[in-house]
Structures are given as C-alpha cells and as structure tokens.
C-alpha cells in the first residue's frame, strides 16, 4: 500500500512592497519582507503538524497517482489572520482545492512587525503531494 507523504518546505519570494486595494479605493501596504515574518503559533514544527493532520490527499489525485507541489500564497493580517489564499503554482484542481481549504482553516498567526508595528504579509507556502 502506498502512503501518503507530505513534503513541507517554506519559502518566501521576493523582497519589497506590494499594494493592494481596499474596499473604498484606498490602496494598503503588504510586504514581502518584515523584520519580523509572521510565525504559525508554535512555530514551524507546529505548522508541520498542523498540516500532517488537516491536509487529506484528494482520492482522484490519489488513483491517478499524481504527485507534485503546490505553491499557494496568503496574507497574514495585521491581527493574525489569513485572507485572499491563491495558488501560484497548480499541481491539480483537486490537490489546489485542498490547499485551499487547508489553509482557510488555519488558526490565527503571529504577525510580523515593522518598526514596532503590527504588518500584513504575504506568505508563499508550497506543499508537496507525495506518494510512498
């Protein structure tokens, strides 16, 4: 029997700023880059677990065996919680659902700061579908 296996590795892209537009036509700050990034409470093992438990592979990938990575892209808030998940990298519509619902799911983050400040911003978090 084939087992499930779940690859985590964490990357962050890019360095900067990037604007977003706001109900009311006010563009807003979202970094790429804090001082300090937002951490998933209990940090990065945690995250791991968190995953290992939430994410279920999807039966369709399953059967057709496809395996492979996910990039997906969230805005952790200045108040720790996740909004406008997207996937940047498809792996199947199936496996980018899950991802999705995964990461909807998450309980609130540490944010980052910037110059002592509370900051939203983007994280990348690619996930990869593996089987064993």
Excluded at 107 to 118: D, E, G, L, T
Aim: proline content about 7%.
């Amino acid at each position: 029997m084939k087992k499930l296996g779940i690859l985590l590795v964490f990357l962050l892209f890019g360095a900067g700023i990037s604007f977003a537009q706001e109900k009311g036509g006010i563009p807003r700050q979202i970094l790429t880059v804090a001082e300090q990034m937002p951490e998933f409470p209990g940090g990065v093992e945690a995250l791991k677990t968190y995953l290992a438990k939430t994410l279920h592979y999807p039966k369709s990938a399953y059967k057709k065996e496809i395996q492979g990575r996910v990039l997906a892209r969230f805005i952790v808030e200045p108040d720790g919680s996740i909004s406008d998940p997207e996937i940047l990298n498809s792996l199947s519509e199936d496996c980018d659902k899950e991802t999705l619902r995964v990461i909807r799911k998450m309980p609130r983050w540490h944010p980052a700061r910037q110059n002592n400040a509370f900051v939203a911003v983007y994280y990348t978090l690619p996930i990869t579908f593996s089987l064993d």
